[in-house]
């Protein structure tokens, strides 16, 4: 009895210290991402999403011309993000009430590749304003609404998304 459960629990713990392989995101597949962006008039692309052992995390880019104003402002129910500008300048709410609220489909692109269920809006009222640029982070956890007032200058900026509910696909 004593040797089966001291087999099992050597089991257990060689399956819980399984080590998952790094991932690279690399400078290249980030500008090739840009520039499709740019190409096709697409805002948000993932690059990857990982099973980071129990939830995904995504690493995606977002580029946003200059003179874009409130737009898809969103809540996402599960998924908490964090942004880290490359590029340009733009003014950011977080907090407040989403403007025109719509739950997104389940089934939605935008639910399942990049951001998990939750709620767009055409805006937000009230909130917290920043300005952010070139080598600002910010960090937005899931139920907190976001999106950005006014782009001052073209704008890009990398996004990691963390998954706990395992809802975005892998990719």
């Known amino acids: 009895m004593f040797r089966i459960l001291a087999v099992m629990l050597v089991l257990v713990q060689a399956n819980s210290t ?14 090739a991402t840009v520039k499709q962006e740019i190409a096709t008039k697409t805002t948000d692309i993932p690059i990857r999403t990982v099973d980071a052992g129990g939830h995904h995390i995504g690493v995606a880019v977002v580029h946003r011309e200059k003179g874009a104003g409130p737009n898809n402002a969103a809540i996402h129910d599960k998924v908490s993000e964090v942004y880290q500008i490359t590029e340009g300048s733009g003014t950011f709410v977080t907090g407040g009430e989403l403007v025109n609220p719509q739950r997104r489909e389940n089934s939605s692109e935008t639910v399942t590749q990049l951001s998990g269920p939750g709620i767009g809006g055409s805006g937000i009222k009230g909130g917290v ?21 006014e782009i001052q200058e073209s704008i890009t900026y990398t996004v990691v998304r963390i998954d706990p509910a395992r809802v975005i696909k892998l990719k």
């Open 18 to 31: 399984r080590s998952l392989p790094a991932v690279d995101v690399k400078a290249a597949d980030i500008q």
């Open 129 to 149: 304003s920043r300005r952010v640029a070139k080598g600002d982070m910010v960090i937005i956890p899931a139920g907190t609404s976001h999106g950005f007032s």
